[in-house]
């Protein structure tokens, strides 16, 4: 839907893809999206907790200390962090680390899931992209990624933190139950597909672009193209599908991310 092959609506996608693929093209590209998901989650929450982390002590420690200060003349510039919110540059930094690591994963899923014709199975798509243009094939559209990333992850973690503090104060509580991060978590996934949407439009339609042989140049051309043909709401096209798979999927990450947090934290030894 988002890259305007085939039907405009959620059930008439389904029964596309059906017809055309079986049941098992709901699943198309999904042995890769497992292989991808891993790592990427993997490092995308671990560069997340790091960067937090390591903003908090910093603003910590520069508030009890006097900020650092540079003399241009007359002129004293004096650096704060106070204004930054950790919680926002480590969900920006998580996003595009995860995505410099991961994105050859990207590319193939794409490929598995958009062109199942040409790219049949996982061996068939390496051997192909390879040839097509060596490494560098597997980091095919990695700026319009990012582009994309960027706004998603900020406001993904920005979201979910920001929601979870606001709500325990609201109630009283130390901590979120299970129901409360799922539910938590869903919103900050629909709210941050939601503003990020036309971007990854783009960069779906640039993608696919590039398997047909007429590719917009850049991702303003690409935003440009999909205005001209579709109007306003051709930047939304495929927008609920997403939420539908977004939000489940966010809930039950930060549901499960919590969960082992609570188990291994406790487990952690201290300072010897």
């Known amino acids: 839907m988002v ?14 893809v059906i017809e055309q693929q079986g049941w098992q093209g709901l699943w198309a590209g999904n042995g890769i999206n497992m292989l991808r998901i891993i790592p990427t989650q993997a490092i995308e929450l671990g560069t997340f907790e790091c960067v937090k982390r390591a903003m908090t002590t ?14 241009i003349g007359p002129l004293s510039l004096s650096f704060s962090l106070s204004w930054i919110s950790p919680v926002a540059v480590a969900g920006a930094a998580a996003g595009v680390v995860s995505t410099l690591a991961c994105h050859p994963l990207e590319v ?12 049949p199975s996982l061996s068939i798509a390496i051997s192909k992209i390879y040839k097509e243009g060596g490494i560098g094939a597997f980091y ?14 900020t406001c993904y973690y920005f979201m979910y933190e920001t929601l979870k ?15 409360e991060m ?3 978590g869903a919103l900050a996934g629909f709210t941050a597909s939601t503003i990020s949407f036309p971007l990854e439009v783009a960069r779906k339609r640039l993608m696919v672009g590039a398997l047909q042989g007429k590719c917009p140049p850049h991702m303003a051309a690409a935003l440009a193209e999909v205005i001209r043909e579709e109007g306003l709401m051709g930047l939304y ?7 539908l798979k977004v939000m489940p999927s966010s809930g039950i990450t930060w549901m499960f991310y919590e969960a082992w947090k609570d188990i291994l934290l406790p487990l952690k030894p201290g300072p010897i």
């Open 108 to 119: 193939l899923k794409d490929r598995l899931t958009v062109s199942h014709d040409v790219y």
């Open 237 to 243: 096209r495929g927008w609920g599908a997403s939420c």
């Open 165 to 179: 503090k606001k709500y325990c104060n609201s109630k009283n509580k130390r901590s979120l139950n299970r129901p």
């Open 58 to 71: 910093a603003q910590e420690k520069w508030s009890q200390e006097e900020c650092p200060k540079v003399q």
């Open 3 to 16: 890259v305007g092959v085939g039907s405009k609506n959620i059930s008439g996608s389904f029964i596309e």
């Open 182 to 184: 799922l539910a938590l």
């Open 140 to 153: 095919a559209g990695i700026s319009p990624t990012l582009i994309g990333m960027l706004p998603y992850s």
